[in-house]
């Protein structure tokens, strides 16, 4: 007779998930109750289901970015315990994919193809433009948190090469100063 494995029940601690937290939301989000709450109840549901479930890694990251918005440190070591795996696999896997991250992203997401049709059409010349345009590293947000940057492999409209995404919306047949123009525009509510 097969013995089923007892699930660990998980709690995750208020105190540091808060901490965490407040380095990034606004104060605002605080007021509500119940905010904290609810991602701790959904946290430790996540854990209880996936315990020691290694394989199910990237569709626990998907469940926790979609719950917070972003992966914090303390979250990515709960999921390493809950998962059983290094902390360090945790955070490679959220390095490795542009969806998933550490801090939470901007009100615009840029993304900016640096795959082969787009770099020879020059898409380093724009992601150069746009770091220092917005003082803005790939992987980060902007201080006001209005753009986030990611580079990303194939945007999927090659054809229209050198492409940017903002929040999803494809931009294509861009250059550095085409580009900066339209973010200019999302900067000023006129997209
Ligand atoms: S290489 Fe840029 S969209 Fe495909």
Do not use: W
């Not at 719950?67 to 945790?90: H, M, R, T």
């Amino acid at each position: 007779m097969s013995v089923i494995p007892k699930k660990e029940k998980y709690k995750i601690d208020q105190n540091q998930l808060v901490k965490e937290l407040r380095k990034f939301i606004d104060e605002e989000r605080f007021q509500d109750d119940e905010y904290i709450e609810r991602i701790k109840a959904r946290l430790n549901e996540i854990l209880e289901e996936n315990y020691k479930k290694q394989e199910n890694l990237i569709e626990v990251l998907h469940e926790v970015q979609g719950l917070i918005g972003f992966i914090p440190k303390y979250v990515q070591k709960e999921v390493a315990k809950g998962l059983d795996l290094a902390p360090g696999e945790v955070s490679s896997v959220i390095s490795f994919y542009a969806h998933f991250s550490e801090k939470p992203k901007g009100k615009y997401q840029i993304a900016i193809c640096k795959g082969t049709a787009c770099y020879v059409k020059g898409s380093v010349d724009i992601i150069d433009r746009i770091k220092k345009e917005y003082d803005l590293k790939a992987g980060e947000s902007t201080d006001d948190g209005l753009f986030s940057l990611e580079i990303v492999r194939c945007l999927g409209a090659c054809g229209l090469g050198p492409v940017m995404t903002v929040n999803g919306k494809a931009h294509g047949l861009l250059n550095a100063e085409k580009a900066v123009n339209i973010l200019q525009k999302y900067e000023n509510n006129q997209m």
